[in-house]
């Protein structure tokens, strides 16, 4: 029994440094590193698409795929650390074919791009992955634009490069504002509340390859010493189902439960609510882009369309704040035209254009009225 015993611990033992020797080993000739790029999914956090790196060596075995973008829904006050932006992302390898494989399962399309590359180069781009993979290297803080699962495979590629991968893709002169939305356009409400939540960094002209299908169109223009960068493409997955807008989640829809909401607000307790939530979110955003570490999220001006004053005037309803209130909501126009004149050129504007009517039509009805007390009744 203990000789069976010992037997089975020196295989196991065996076998284990044989798969240590085969992290570390260098790649033979025949390997080939490829950048897999997959589509966009049903899921919040798959709205823009995912990138991979995929390291193949069939004379040693190894066909790896290197995911930079896996979190942990179990870390304690995710969603506030996600938001306030010191929530670890981190690194792990997982078999090719079960990689697809789980893409195909919730119906992702899969693009593959194996990369033209030196055999100096891809062993670079492989001690690189196996460094990664270390506990101390394994976790980073992530970030919308700067540092993702995009990103990190980008400055893996461009460390090997003499000429980066290319970003101004066709001309591009799109703002990263711009770039989002894209993906974001069959979902009404979450582009407008991502919009409203980004900042004046996402205005600025996208200069970082941070989205997935961005960086696929990149690498399919980039050239090495005169050489195109991707050798070959193949399509391993295009999606069968291609998602259309539900008739609730559209501009014309919000609209339509502006326009109703414009109507209750003759009510004093729905236009009292409505006025302390538009102050709260205010609070909300300079709260966020106050203590976040996202600089996505800070300079928003959607604090002049949520301005925290809003929240004053159900206190100043009574005949005798009339002044005070007055001065209130000439402010709180102001504000208005400021956010508008601020987003002349943005997409927030026009997201938000039903909000902006409504919180517009509500302070001109009680600017307009002649006696605040007859329309606070």
Not at 26 to 47: F, K, N, Q
Not at 96 to 111: G, K, L, P
Not at 309 to 334: A, C, D, G, Q, V
Request: with cysteine; hydrophobic share 45%.
């Amino acid at each position: 029994m203990r000789a069976k015993r010992f037997i089975q611990f020196f295989f196991l033992l065996i076998t284990q440094l044989l798969l240590a020797n085969t992290v570390n080993n260098p790649l033979s000739p025949r390997a080939e590193i490829s950048i897999l790029t997959c589509g966009v999914g049903d899921e919040l956090y798959s709205l823009y698409g995912h990138t991979a790196i995929r390291v193949s060596d069939p004379l040693q075995g190894i066909d790896r795929v290197y995911n930079y973008g896996l979190f942990d829904f179990a870390t304690d006050n995710f969603y506030v650390k996600f938001i306030k932006g010191d929530l670890l992302y981190f690194v792990d390898y997982d078999n090719y074919e079960r990689f697809v494989r789980a893409y195909i399962y919730d119906d992702r399309s899969v693009y593959e791009q194996v990369l033209q590359l030196s055999s100096s180069q891809k062993e670079k781009i492989w001690q690189k992955l196996n460094l990664s993979m270390e506990k101390e290297n394994r976790e980073y803080v992530y970030r919308f634009v700067d540092q993702n699962c995009t990103t990190k495979v980008v400055d893996l590629v461009n460390d090997v490069l003499e000429t980066p991968v290319v970003v101004d893709v066709e001309g591009n002169r799109s703002t990263y504002r711009s770039v989002y939305s894209k993906y974001q356009e069959n979902n009404y409400f979450v582009n407008l509340g991502i919009n409203l939540a980004f900042g004046a960094k996402m205005d600025h002209k996208s200069a970082l390859l941070s989205l997935p299908i961005n960086f696929m169109n990149g690498l399919a223009e980039t050239t090495e010493n005169g050489v195109p960068l991707v050798s070959k493409t193949t399509v391993l997955y295009e999606r069968k189902e291609v998602p259309v807008q539900t008739w609730w989640n559209t501009p014309w829809f919000f609209s339509v439960l502006m326009l109703i909401l414009v109507f209750a607000m003759r009510n004093s307790v729905v236009r009292n609510t409505f006025f302390i939530v538009l102050g709260l979110l205010g609070l909300f955003f300079i709260a966020v882009g106050s203590f976040s570490f996202h600089e996505e999220l800070m300079n928003n001006n959607t604090v002049f369309l949520f301005n925290p004053l809003f929240i004053l005037i159900p206190f100043w309803s009574s005949e005798k704040y009339r002044t005070k209130l007055n001065l209130l909501i000439s402010l709180l126009l102001m504000s208005l035209v400021l956010f508008v004149g601020l987003n002349l050129k943005s997409e927030k504007l026009i997201l938000s254009l039903p909000l902006l009517l409504t919180i517009l039509l509500s302070l001109l009805f009680l600017k307009k009225a002649k006696r605040v007390k007859r329309f606070m009744r």
